[in-house]
């Protein structure tokens, strides 16, 4: 059975900096990204790789955020850099395409001004 267990969420200023972390078991890490869900709008994938092992993000987050494989916890990381009040929400990993595994809980990031 395939569990994604997100951790690394907290209160922080605009400007800081957090590292999230999406521990997978039951599958391996190929073909996960994170995902960001803001009050009021749909779940968005921010973070992922392409096939080729490239990382992709949307605009709002490129050049801060930055996505890491960590064989040896089986995790997929999620660097987050110079933080803005709008990247509050809730993240969470999954596939970033096909079928999805079921949903873990998320880990809620909060930026404040």
């Known amino acids: 059975q395939v569990q994604l267990v997100e951790s690394g969420g907290a209160l922080v200023q605009a400007g800081g900096s957090l590292r999230l972390s999406c521990e997978i078991s039951?599958?391996?890490?190929?073909?996960i990204g994170w995902y960001r869900q803001i009050l009021g709008r749909s779940r968005e994938l921010v973070a992922r790789?392409?096939?080729?092992?490239?990382?992709i993000f949307v605009d709002d987050v490129r050049g801060r955020f930055a996505i890491f494989k960590d064989n040896t916890k089986n995790s997929v990381d999620l660097q987050m850099d110079n933080l803005k009040v709008e990247d509050t929400g809730l993240y969470l990993c999954?596939?970033?395409?096909?079928?999805?595994?079921?949903w873990g809980r998320g880990t809620q990031v909060t930026v404040s001004s």
């Open positions: 999954n596939r970033d395409s096909g079928v999805r595994h079921a």
């Open positions: 790789f392409s096939i080729l092992g490239d990382p």
């Open positions: 039951g599958t391996t890490l190929d073909g």
